[in-house]
């Protein structure tokens, strides 16, 4: 393959090879300079700065994970946003995999049961958890690890805080059209959000609480 254009940004050396653009620190084009013209054997390349990126990759990752769980796909993207490139972030990810430092359905299970906890419902979570690459099997077996009762609890507790949060003179059914539309938008579906309108106003009955008709 031609490399067919070769630019400094800052720090960093842009280099266009068959339309794809190779990002390299000053340091790596230093040991091996590019120049438009040049015919380039891209896997040969790939190879070669796989021996030079793969320490500094697996730090890089390892510092993330240190922060909080991520999913492979997540992490390989903020990898290749740096310019590594999409063999050592094989190397990188395998190499997590192997040692137990990374697991799609246990990153999955984390960030469902934490988003619950934040409120939020299950439509929502399981988009969150498909943006990030982890498959539809993974984050459907991470909502079937959470408690039913514990998301029943907390979108019953939404619901309420929904109705509290209603304008004087508010009719009852502007309330719980109002209620159900704030739990849709948290990502519960509708039976749950139904179900847990009910539970609300069964407890706000209960405590002598009224509405405007």
């Known amino acids: 393959m031609e490399v067919t254009e070769v630019r400094r940004v800052r720090n960093t050396w842009h ?3 068959g339309g794809e ?3 390299l620190p000053d340091s790596l084009f230093q040991e091996r300079p590019l120049r438009e013209g040049e015919e380039l054997d891209l896997e040969e390349y790939d190879q070669w700065l796989l021996l030079r990126q793969y320490q500094p990759g697996l730090r890089y990752a ?3 994970l240190a922060q909080r769980p991520y999913a492979a796909n997540e992490l390989q993207r903020r990898m290749l946003r740096l310019g590594y490139r999409p063999v050592t972030c094989e190397m990188v990810l395998c190499k997590l995999e192997k040692n137990g430092l990374m697991d799609d359905g246990d990153f999955a299970r984390q960030w469902a049961e934490a988003r619950t906890k934040r409120g939020l419902g299950p439509g929502r979570i399981t988009g969150e958890l498909r943006s990030k690459g982890v ?11 959470l408690d039913p009762e514990a ?3 907390t979108a019953k507790a939404i619901a309420a805080k929904f109705l ?3 304008k004087a003179g508010e009719s009852r059914q502007k309330a719980d059209q109002r209620a159900l539309a704030g739990l849709s938008r948290r990502g519960y579906p509708y039976g749950m959000a ?3 309108l009910r539970a609300a106003r069964e407890d706000e009955d209960e405590t002598g609480e009224t509405d405007n008709d």
Not at 135 to 145: L, N
Request: hydrophobic share 45%; aromatic share 0%.
């Open 164 to 166: 509290r949060s209603g």
């Open 62 to 64: 390892v510092s993330l």
């Open 135 to 145: 498959t539809q099997e993974q984050a459907q077996a991470a909502m079937e690890s």
């Open 194 to 196: 139904r179900e847990a």
């Open 21 to 23: 653009i190779l990002r």
């Open 15 to 17: 280099i266009t090879v």
């Open 151 to 153: 998301q029943m609890a």
